[in-house]
Protein backbone atom coordinates (compact mmCIF):
# COMPACT_ATOMS: atom_id res chain seq x y z
CA UNK A 1 0.00 0.00 0.00
CA UNK A 2 1.18 3.03 -1.22
CA UNK A 3 1.35 6.09 1.34
CA UNK A 4 0.57 9.35 -0.65
CA UNK A 5 -0.25 12.62 0.96
CA UNK A 6 -2.46 15.10 -0.62
CA UNK A 7 -0.94 17.71 -1.98
CA UNK A 8 -1.18 20.94 0.00
CA UNK A 9 -3.25 24.14 -1.24
CA UNK A 10 -0.75 26.65 -2.52
CA UNK A 11 -1.31 30.57 -1.17
CA UNK A 12 -2.56 31.56 -4.45
CA UNK A 13 -5.00 28.52 -4.94
CA UNK A 14 -6.52 29.31 -1.77
CA UNK A 15 -7.27 33.12 -2.42
CA UNK A 16 -10.07 34.57 -5.12
CA UNK A 17 -8.49 35.93 -7.58
CA UNK A 18 -10.19 39.48 -7.33
CA UNK A 19 -12.30 40.33 -3.80
CA UNK A 20 -14.83 38.09 -2.93
CA UNK A 21 -15.62 36.95 -6.21
CA UNK A 22 -17.34 33.94 -5.54
CA UNK A 23 -16.33 31.33 -8.42
CA UNK A 24 -15.49 27.44 -8.39
CA UNK A 25 -12.23 26.53 -8.00
CA UNK A 26 -10.10 24.45 -10.26
CA UNK A 27 -9.69 21.13 -9.63
CA UNK A 28 -6.09 20.85 -8.74
CA UNK A 29 -6.40 17.75 -6.56
CA UNK A 30 -6.71 13.94 -8.52
CA UNK A 31 -7.58 11.26 -6.74
CA UNK A 32 -4.94 9.13 -4.93
CA UNK A 33 -3.14 6.51 -7.04
CA UNK A 34 -3.64 3.03 -6.42
CA UNK A 35 -1.15 1.22 -4.37
CA UNK A 36 -0.22 -2.38 -3.23
CA UNK A 37 -1.70 -4.29 -0.01
CA UNK A 38 0.66 -4.18 3.30
CA UNK A 39 3.29 -1.57 1.40
CA UNK A 40 4.46 0.35 4.34
CA UNK A 41 3.58 4.12 5.32
CA UNK A 42 6.65 6.11 2.84
CA UNK A 43 9.66 6.96 4.56
CA UNK A 44 9.67 10.86 3.02
CA UNK A 45 7.01 11.66 5.62
CA UNK A 46 9.62 10.37 8.29
CA UNK A 47 13.01 11.71 9.24
CA UNK A 48 16.08 9.19 8.20
CA UNK A 49 17.44 9.77 11.57
CA UNK A 50 17.71 6.18 13.73
CA UNK A 51 14.93 7.43 16.47
CA UNK A 52 12.64 8.61 13.99
CA UNK A 53 12.76 5.41 11.66
CA UNK A 54 11.89 3.26 14.92
CA UNK A 55 9.23 5.69 15.51
CA UNK A 56 7.89 5.09 12.16
CA UNK A 57 8.30 1.09 12.38
CA UNK A 58 5.98 1.28 15.86
CA UNK A 59 3.72 3.08 13.88
CA UNK A 60 3.32 0.61 11.28
CA UNK A 61 2.83 -1.93 13.48
CA UNK A 62 0.02 -0.40 15.72
CA UNK A 63 -1.74 0.47 12.57
CA UNK A 64 -0.88 -3.32 11.41
CA UNK A 65 -2.45 -4.81 14.64
CA UNK A 66 -5.56 -2.39 14.13
CA UNK A 67 -6.21 -2.12 10.86
CA UNK A 68 -5.17 -4.08 8.10
CA UNK A 69 -7.38 -4.28 4.60
CA UNK A 70 -10.22 -4.63 3.50
CA UNK A 71 -11.77 -2.46 6.06
CA UNK A 72 -14.93 0.09 5.53
CA UNK A 73 -15.20 3.40 6.80
CA UNK A 74 -16.91 2.37 10.34
CA UNK A 75 -13.86 0.33 10.64
CA UNK A 76 -11.67 2.72 10.09
CA UNK A 77 -13.25 5.67 12.12
CA UNK A 78 -13.44 3.58 14.97
CA UNK A 79 -9.68 3.30 15.11
CA UNK A 80 -9.37 7.12 14.14
CA UNK A 81 -12.07 8.30 17.13
CA UNK A 82 -11.18 5.08 19.40
CA UNK A 83 -7.40 3.99 18.74
CA UNK A 84 -5.17 6.59 17.32
CA UNK A 85 -6.85 9.74 18.80
CA UNK A 86 -6.31 8.69 22.30
CA UNK A 87 -2.37 7.53 21.72
CA UNK A 88 -0.05 10.16 22.73
CA UNK A 89 2.70 9.39 20.14
CA UNK A 90 0.52 8.73 17.37
CA UNK A 91 -2.94 10.81 17.47
CA UNK A 92 -1.23 13.88 14.72
CA UNK A 93 -0.62 10.99 12.44
CA UNK A 94 -4.43 11.01 11.87
CA UNK A 95 -4.74 12.60 8.61
CA UNK A 96 -1.68 10.42 7.28
CA UNK A 97 -3.52 7.55 8.50
CA UNK A 98 -6.65 9.09 6.36
CA UNK A 99 -5.01 9.39 3.23
CA UNK A 100 -3.18 5.89 3.32
CA UNK A 101 -7.03 4.36 3.42
CA UNK A 102 -7.87 6.98 0.25
CA UNK A 103 -5.16 4.32 -1.17
CA UNK A 104 -6.69 1.03 -0.71
CA UNK A 105 -8.78 -0.17 -3.96
CA UNK A 106 -11.39 -1.68 -1.90
CA UNK A 107 -11.97 1.12 0.50
CA UNK A 108 -13.73 4.44 -0.21
CA UNK A 109 -14.29 7.29 2.01
CA UNK A 110 -18.13 7.87 3.10
CA UNK A 111 -19.53 10.95 5.31
CA UNK A 112 -18.70 9.98 8.07
CA UNK A 113 -15.08 9.67 7.87
CA UNK A 114 -14.93 12.76 5.90
CA UNK A 115 -16.86 14.59 8.45
CA UNK A 116 -15.02 13.44 11.15
CA UNK A 117 -11.40 14.41 9.61
CA UNK A 118 -12.95 17.86 8.66
CA UNK A 119 -13.80 18.53 11.95
CA UNK A 120 -10.71 17.17 13.46
CA UNK A 121 -8.68 19.47 11.50
CA UNK A 122 -10.92 22.12 11.84
CA UNK A 123 -10.30 22.17 15.73
CA UNK A 124 -6.60 21.44 15.71
CA UNK A 125 -6.03 24.44 13.49
CA UNK A 126 -4.94 22.59 10.53
CA UNK A 127 -5.74 24.96 8.01
CA UNK A 128 -3.47 23.47 4.95
CA UNK A 129 -4.41 19.97 5.53
CA UNK A 130 -8.40 20.96 5.90
CA UNK A 131 -7.92 22.47 2.24
CA UNK A 132 -6.65 18.88 1.08
CA UNK A 133 -9.17 17.48 2.70
CA UNK A 134 -11.85 19.73 1.18
CA UNK A 135 -10.33 19.51 -2.50
CA UNK A 136 -10.43 15.84 -2.15
CA UNK A 137 -13.60 15.63 -0.88
CA UNK A 138 -14.95 17.80 -4.07
CA UNK A 139 -12.97 15.18 -6.29
CA UNK A 140 -13.96 12.05 -4.70
CA UNK A 141 -17.84 12.96 -3.49
CA UNK A 142 -18.82 10.33 -1.05
CA UNK A 143 -20.70 7.34 -2.03
CA UNK A 144 -24.23 8.28 -1.27
CA UNK A 145 -24.04 10.65 -3.63
CA UNK A 146 -23.75 8.64 -6.85
CA UNK A 147 -27.20 8.92 -7.54
CA UNK A 148 -29.36 12.08 -8.86
CA UNK A 149 -28.84 13.12 -5.26
CA UNK A 150 -26.29 14.81 -3.45
CA UNK A 151 -25.03 13.50 0.12
CA UNK A 152 -26.82 15.68 2.57
CA UNK A 153 -24.01 15.70 5.15
CA UNK A 154 -21.85 17.70 2.43
CA UNK A 155 -23.50 21.14 3.48
CA UNK A 156 -22.71 20.53 7.04
CA UNK A 157 -19.01 19.59 6.47
CA UNK A 158 -18.19 22.88 4.49
CA UNK A 159 -20.27 24.87 7.00
CA UNK A 160 -18.07 23.51 10.13
CA UNK A 161 -14.99 24.19 7.89
CA UNK A 162 -15.84 26.99 6.90
CA UNK A 163 -16.67 28.70 10.05
CA UNK A 164 -13.04 27.26 11.42
CA UNK A 165 -11.58 29.65 8.48
CA UNK A 166 -13.84 32.51 9.04
CA UNK A 167 -13.00 31.94 13.32
CA UNK A 168 -9.29 32.85 12.60
CA UNK A 169 -9.30 35.15 9.78
CA UNK A 170 -8.88 33.24 6.73
CA UNK A 171 -11.75 34.87 4.90
CA UNK A 172 -10.35 34.29 1.63
CA UNK A 173 -10.26 30.56 2.50
CA UNK A 174 -13.65 30.17 3.79
CA UNK A 175 -14.73 31.99 0.21
CA UNK A 176 -13.06 28.86 -1.71
CA UNK A 177 -14.54 26.93 -0.04
CA UNK A 178 -18.06 28.11 0.25
CA UNK A 179 -17.77 28.01 -3.51
CA UNK A 180 -16.61 24.46 -3.66
CA UNK A 181 -19.54 23.36 -2.07
CA UNK A 182 -21.77 25.43 -3.92
CA UNK A 183 -20.54 22.81 -7.17
CA UNK A 184 -21.43 19.93 -4.99
CA UNK A 185 -25.26 20.47 -3.04
CA UNK A 186 -28.09 20.42 -4.21
CA UNK A 187 -29.78 23.67 -4.58
CA UNK A 188 -29.15 26.82 -3.03
CA UNK A 189 -26.77 27.07 -0.11
CA UNK A 190 -28.59 27.60 3.27
CA UNK A 191 -28.84 31.12 4.67
CA UNK A 192 -26.83 29.68 7.86
CA UNK A 193 -23.69 29.92 5.46
CA UNK A 194 -24.17 33.68 3.95
CA UNK A 195 -24.48 34.17 7.72
CA UNK A 196 -21.15 32.92 8.92
CA UNK A 197 -19.50 34.50 5.92
CA UNK A 198 -21.07 37.74 6.53
CA UNK A 199 -20.26 37.95 10.41
CA UNK A 200 -16.59 36.58 9.67
CA UNK A 201 -16.14 39.45 7.13
CA UNK A 202 -17.60 42.02 9.96
CA UNK A 203 -15.83 40.83 12.87
CA UNK A 204 -12.82 41.51 10.70
CA UNK A 205 -14.03 44.94 9.97
CA UNK A 206 -14.01 44.27 6.19
CA UNK A 207 -17.95 45.34 6.08
CA UNK A 208 -17.89 46.02 2.46
CA UNK A 209 -17.41 42.76 1.70
CA UNK A 210 -19.87 41.58 4.44
CA UNK A 211 -22.53 43.49 2.28
CA UNK A 212 -21.35 42.17 -1.27
CA UNK A 213 -22.15 38.58 0.72
CA UNK A 214 -25.39 40.05 1.20
CA UNK A 215 -26.33 40.75 -2.03
CA UNK A 216 -25.14 37.55 -3.05
CA UNK A 217 -27.61 36.08 -1.00
CA UNK A 218 -29.90 38.52 -2.23
CA UNK A 219 -29.28 37.58 -5.99
CA UNK A 220 -29.19 33.73 -5.33
CA UNK A 221 -33.37 34.42 -4.15
CA UNK A 222 -32.14 32.92 -0.29
CA UNK A 223 -34.46 34.68 2.38
CA UNK A 224 -32.35 36.16 4.79
CA UNK A 225 -33.37 36.10 8.32
CA UNK A 226 -32.62 37.70 11.65
CA UNK A 227 -29.69 36.67 12.12
CA UNK A 228 -28.39 38.42 8.78
CA UNK A 229 -29.95 41.68 9.27
CA UNK A 230 -28.72 41.68 13.21
CA UNK A 231 -25.10 41.34 11.88
CA UNK A 232 -25.25 43.82 9.36
CA UNK A 233 -26.83 46.04 11.95
CA UNK A 234 -24.07 45.87 14.26
CA UNK A 235 -21.60 46.27 12.00
CA UNK A 236 -23.30 49.47 10.82
CA UNK A 237 -23.22 50.75 14.71
CA UNK A 238 -19.48 49.40 14.71
CA UNK A 239 -18.38 51.82 11.80
CA UNK A 240 -20.51 54.62 13.31
CA UNK A 241 -22.89 54.41 10.34
CA UNK A 242 -25.89 54.17 12.36
CA UNK A 243 -28.55 55.84 9.88
CA UNK A 244 -27.94 53.01 7.46
CA UNK A 245 -28.20 50.66 10.45
CA UNK A 246 -31.51 52.66 10.87
CA UNK A 247 -32.23 51.56 7.21
CA UNK A 248 -31.17 48.29 6.98
CA UNK A 249 -33.78 47.90 10.07
CA UNK A 250 -36.67 49.30 8.40
CA UNK A 251 -35.79 46.74 5.34
CA UNK A 252 -35.63 44.26 7.54
CA UNK A 253 -39.40 44.69 8.49
CA UNK A 254 -40.51 45.66 4.62
CA UNK A 255 -39.04 42.00 4.00
CA UNK A 256 -40.93 40.18 6.56
CA UNK A 257 -38.43 39.47 8.81
CA UNK A 258 -39.35 40.27 12.47
CA UNK A 259 -36.74 41.56 14.31
CA UNK A 260 -35.95 40.10 17.91
CA UNK A 261 -34.39 41.12 21.21
CA UNK A 262 -31.25 41.41 19.84
CA UNK A 263 -32.21 43.81 16.99
CA UNK A 264 -33.69 46.26 19.14
CA UNK A 265 -30.55 45.88 21.72
CA UNK A 266 -28.37 46.48 18.70
CA UNK A 267 -30.00 49.78 17.80
CA UNK A 268 -30.95 51.06 21.29
CA UNK A 269 -27.57 50.71 22.13
CA UNK A 270 -26.67 52.69 18.93
CA UNK A 271 -29.40 55.66 19.92
CA UNK A 272 -27.51 55.98 23.39
CA UNK A 273 -23.90 56.51 21.40
CA UNK A 274 -25.26 58.59 19.05
CA UNK A 275 -27.00 60.36 22.54
CA UNK A 276 -30.18 60.15 21.07
CA UNK A 277 -31.67 58.82 24.43
CA UNK A 278 -35.11 59.65 23.86
CA UNK A 279 -35.47 57.76 20.76
CA UNK A 280 -33.32 54.90 22.43
CA UNK A 281 -36.42 54.60 24.66
CA UNK A 282 -38.97 55.23 22.34
CA UNK A 283 -37.06 51.91 20.95
CA UNK A 284 -37.80 50.04 23.56
CA UNK A 285 -41.19 51.43 24.05
CA UNK A 286 -41.43 50.01 20.30
CA UNK A 287 -40.00 46.22 21.49
CA UNK A 288 -43.10 45.76 24.09
CA UNK A 289 -45.46 46.93 21.35
CA UNK A 290 -44.52 44.14 19.27
CA UNK A 291 -44.27 42.13 21.63
CA UNK A 292 -40.56 41.46 21.50
CA UNK A 293 -39.38 40.32 25.47
CA UNK A 294 -37.18 42.49 27.23
CA UNK A 295 -34.16 40.93 28.22
CA UNK A 296 -31.67 41.70 30.94
CA UNK A 297 -29.46 42.87 28.53
CA UNK A 298 -32.27 45.32 27.05
CA UNK A 299 -32.30 46.32 31.00
CA UNK A 300 -28.44 46.55 31.55
CA UNK A 301 -28.27 48.77 28.28
CA UNK A 302 -30.89 51.02 29.57
CA UNK A 303 -29.93 51.66 32.86
CA UNK A 304 -26.67 52.16 32.54
CA UNK A 305 -26.89 54.65 29.00
CA UNK A 306 -29.50 56.80 31.62
CA UNK A 307 -27.87 56.82 34.13
CA UNK A 308 -24.19 57.63 33.04
CA UNK A 309 -26.22 60.39 31.37
CA UNK A 310 -27.67 61.78 34.78
CA UNK A 311 -30.81 60.68 34.26
CA UNK A 312 -31.43 58.49 37.11
CA UNK A 313 -35.07 59.46 38.18
CA UNK A 314 -36.03 58.64 34.90
CA UNK A 315 -34.55 55.84 35.21
CA UNK A 316 -36.64 54.74 38.05
CA UNK A 317 -39.94 55.29 36.86
CA UNK A 318 -38.73 52.99 33.16
CA UNK A 319 -38.06 50.40 35.46
CA UNK A 320 -40.97 50.88 37.26
CA UNK A 321 -43.59 51.12 33.91
CA UNK A 322 -41.66 48.51 32.83
CA UNK A 323 -43.00 46.04 35.67
CA UNK A 324 -46.51 47.37 35.65
CA UNK A 325 -46.22 46.29 32.24
CA UNK A 326 -45.27 43.20 33.12
CA UNK A 327 -42.39 42.83 31.15
CA UNK A 328 -39.48 43.66 33.74
CA UNK A 329 -36.70 40.49 33.56
CA UNK A 330 -36.63 37.63 36.14
CA UNK A 331 -33.51 38.01 37.46
CA UNK A 332 -32.84 41.76 36.28
CA UNK A 333 -30.32 42.87 38.81
CA UNK A 334 -30.46 47.16 39.05
CA UNK A 335 -27.80 47.65 41.69
CA UNK A 336 -26.55 50.28 38.89
CA UNK A 337 -29.76 52.40 39.83
CA UNK A 338 -29.44 51.40 43.53
CA UNK A 339 -25.89 53.06 43.72
CA UNK A 340 -26.75 56.05 41.73
CA UNK A 341 -29.88 56.93 43.80
CA UNK A 342 -27.86 55.95 47.05
CA UNK A 343 -24.88 58.22 45.85
CA UNK A 344 -27.26 60.73 45.81
CA UNK A 345 -29.02 60.48 49.00
CA UNK A 346 -32.24 59.74 47.32
CA UNK A 347 -32.18 56.67 49.39
CA UNK A 348 -35.79 57.18 50.13
CA UNK A 349 -37.00 57.04 45.81
CA UNK A 350 -34.80 54.04 46.18
CA UNK A 351 -36.63 52.29 48.87
CA UNK A 352 -39.80 53.27 46.66
CA UNK A 353 -38.43 51.45 43.61
CA UNK A 354 -37.55 48.70 45.74
CA UNK A 355 -40.36 48.00 47.21
CA UNK A 356 -43.12 48.67 44.10
CA UNK A 357 -41.15 45.87 41.87
CA UNK A 358 -40.87 43.42 45.17
CA UNK A 359 -44.93 43.57 45.45
CA UNK A 360 -44.95 42.99 41.46
CA UNK A 361 -42.70 39.81 42.17
CA UNK A 362 -39.40 41.33 41.04
CA UNK A 363 -37.51 40.08 44.38
CA UNK A 364 -34.23 42.54 45.16
CA UNK A 365 -30.93 40.76 45.24
CA UNK A 366 -28.66 40.79 47.95
CA UNK A 367 -26.43 43.07 46.68
CA UNK A 368 -29.34 46.03 45.98
CA UNK A 369 -31.29 45.32 49.36
CA UNK A 370 -27.13 45.82 51.13
CA UNK A 371 -26.68 49.17 48.95
CA UNK A 372 -29.92 50.34 50.31
CA UNK A 373 -29.75 49.41 53.70
CA UNK A 374 -26.40 51.37 54.11
CA UNK A 375 -28.13 53.93 52.20
CA UNK A 376 -31.19 54.36 54.43
CA UNK A 377 -28.70 53.63 57.41
CA UNK A 378 -26.49 56.70 56.27
CA UNK A 379 -30.11 59.46 56.48
CA UNK A 380 -30.67 58.21 59.41
CA UNK A 381 -33.85 55.94 58.14
CA UNK A 382 -33.21 53.35 60.72
CA UNK A 383 -36.48 51.77 60.87
CA UNK A 384 -36.81 51.93 56.83
CA UNK A 385 -33.64 50.16 56.84
CA UNK A 386 -34.70 47.68 60.10
CA UNK A 387 -37.63 46.74 57.66
CA UNK A 388 -35.80 46.03 54.91
CA UNK A 389 -33.51 43.89 56.44
CA UNK A 390 -36.57 41.78 57.94
CA UNK A 391 -38.11 41.06 54.66
CA UNK A 392 -34.74 40.51 53.52
CA UNK A 393 -34.37 37.53 55.79
CA UNK A 394 -38.00 36.38 55.09
CA UNK A 395 -36.34 35.93 51.86
CA UNK A 396 -33.28 33.66 53.27
CA UNK A 397 -31.24 36.76 52.03
CA UNK A 398 -28.51 37.07 54.83
CA UNK A 399 -26.39 40.17 54.58
CA UNK A 400 -22.61 40.36 55.28
CA UNK A 401 -21.74 40.39 58.58
CA UNK A 402 -20.30 44.34 58.16
CA UNK A 403 -23.66 45.61 56.68
CA UNK A 404 -25.50 43.47 59.72
CA UNK A 405 -23.34 44.95 62.68
CA UNK A 406 -23.55 48.24 61.31
CA UNK A 407 -27.18 47.83 61.16
CA UNK A 408 -27.26 46.24 64.61
CA UNK A 409 -24.83 49.39 65.88
CA UNK A 410 -27.88 52.14 64.93
CA UNK A 411 -30.42 50.26 66.32
CA UNK A 412 -28.74 50.13 69.42
CA UNK A 413 -28.11 53.91 68.81
CA UNK A 414 -31.42 55.40 69.28
CA UNK A 415 -32.61 52.47 72.28
CA UNK A 416 -33.86 49.42 70.18
CA UNK A 417 -31.60 47.25 71.44
CA UNK A 418 -34.15 44.53 72.14
CA UNK A 419 -34.96 44.66 68.53
CA UNK A 420 -31.69 44.39 67.42
CA UNK A 421 -31.22 41.54 69.57
CA UNK A 422 -34.59 40.16 67.82
CA UNK A 423 -33.02 40.42 64.19
CA UNK A 424 -29.78 38.82 65.55
CA UNK A 425 -32.00 35.75 66.52
CA UNK A 426 -33.80 35.75 63.11
CA UNK A 427 -30.97 36.08 61.18
CA UNK A 428 -28.60 33.03 63.21
CA UNK A 429 -32.16 30.81 62.02
CA UNK A 430 -31.06 31.68 58.52
CA UNK A 431 -27.44 31.42 58.70
CA UNK A 432 -25.72 33.91 59.94
CA UNK A 433 -23.06 33.17 61.83
CA UNK A 434 -22.08 36.25 64.62
CA UNK A 435 -18.96 37.33 65.55
CA UNK A 436 -17.78 38.87 68.66
CA UNK A 437 -18.38 42.24 67.29
CA UNK A 438 -22.24 41.56 67.04
CA UNK A 439 -22.30 40.39 70.89
CA UNK A 440 -20.40 43.46 72.01
CA UNK A 441 -22.59 46.08 70.39
CA UNK A 442 -25.63 44.19 71.76
CA UNK A 443 -24.01 44.32 75.10
CA UNK A 444 -22.80 47.66 74.86
CA UNK A 445 -26.60 48.52 73.78
CA UNK A 446 -28.15 46.19 76.93
CA UNK A 447 -25.39 48.22 78.92
CA UNK A 448 -26.69 52.05 77.90
CA UNK A 449 -30.61 51.15 78.37
CA UNK A 450 -29.68 49.21 82.04
CA UNK A 451 -31.07 45.93 80.55
CA UNK A 452 -28.57 43.90 83.00
CA UNK A 453 -30.14 40.89 82.46
CA UNK A 454 -30.99 40.50 79.15
CA UNK A 455 -26.91 41.77 78.83
CA UNK A 456 -26.02 38.87 80.83
CA UNK A 457 -27.50 36.55 78.51
CA UNK A 458 -25.62 37.89 75.82
CA UNK A 459 -22.36 37.65 77.77
CA UNK A 460 -23.20 33.58 78.96
CA UNK A 461 -23.86 33.35 74.80
CA UNK A 462 -20.63 34.55 73.70
CA UNK A 463 -18.96 32.58 76.83
CA UNK A 464 -20.55 29.58 74.89
CA UNK A 465 -19.25 30.25 71.85
CA UNK A 466 -15.92 30.93 72.72
CA UNK A 467 -16.03 34.57 71.83
CA UNK A 468 -14.39 35.84 74.91
CA UNK A 469 -10.68 35.32 74.56
CA UNK A 470 -9.59 35.83 78.12
CA UNK A 471 -10.35 37.27 81.35
CA UNK A 472 -10.13 41.32 80.78
CA UNK A 473 -12.46 41.02 77.94
CA UNK A 474 -14.81 38.98 80.34
CA UNK A 475 -14.28 41.65 82.95
CA UNK A 476 -14.51 44.99 79.95
CA UNK A 477 -18.03 42.93 79.22
CA UNK A 478 -19.61 42.58 82.91
CA UNK A 479 -18.20 46.48 84.04
CA UNK A 480 -20.01 47.89 80.60
CA UNK A 481 -23.27 46.36 82.94
CA UNK A 482 -22.69 47.55 85.82
CA UNK A 483 -21.61 44.85 87.94
CA UNK A 484 -19.33 44.32 90.64
CA UNK A 485 -16.05 42.90 90.06
CA UNK A 486 -16.96 41.01 93.16
CA UNK A 487 -20.33 39.60 91.91
CA UNK A 488 -19.18 37.84 88.88
CA UNK A 489 -22.64 36.08 87.86
CA UNK A 490 -21.06 33.01 86.78
CA UNK A 491 -17.20 31.08 87.41
CA UNK A 492 -15.26 31.10 84.42
CA UNK A 493 -12.13 29.89 84.20
CA UNK A 494 -10.01 31.19 80.85
CA UNK A 495 -7.08 29.43 79.14
CA UNK A 496 -3.66 30.90 80.74
CA UNK A 497 -5.44 32.38 83.78
Known amino acids: MGF ?18 LSPIPNTSLPPPPATPLTPFPTLTLSQH ?30 LKSKLHYHTSFTHYDFHVFNWASTIDSFRH ?39 FSCPRTEPIFRFSINAYCRVGKLDDAVVAFE ?45 DVYTFNILISGYCRNSQFGLALELFKEMREKGCCPNVVSFNTLIRGFFRERKFDEGVAMAYEMIEL ?14 GLCREGRVSETSELLLDLARKGVFPDGYDYFVLMENLCGMGNAGKALEVVEELWRKGNVPSLIVCTILIEGLRRLGRIDEAFRLAESMLRESMVP ?52 RKEGEVVVDEMLDMGLIPDLATYNRLIDSLGYARSSIPRQVNFIGN
Request: hydrophobic fraction near 35%; glycine fraction near 6%.
Open 4 to 21: KKLPKPSPRALQPSTPLR
Open 50 to 79: THKTNHHDHLLRFLKTHLTPPFTPTHLLHF
Open 110 to 148: DHSTFEWMSRTLAVTDRFDELGSLLRFMASNPCPCSDGI
Open 180 to 224: CMRKMIDGRPSVALYNILIHGFVKCGEHDKALEVYDKLTKDRVKP
Open 291 to 304: GCGFSTVTCDILVD
Open 400 to 451: DSVTFNCLLQGLCDVGRTVDANRMRLLASSKGFAPDGMTYDILVSGYAREGK
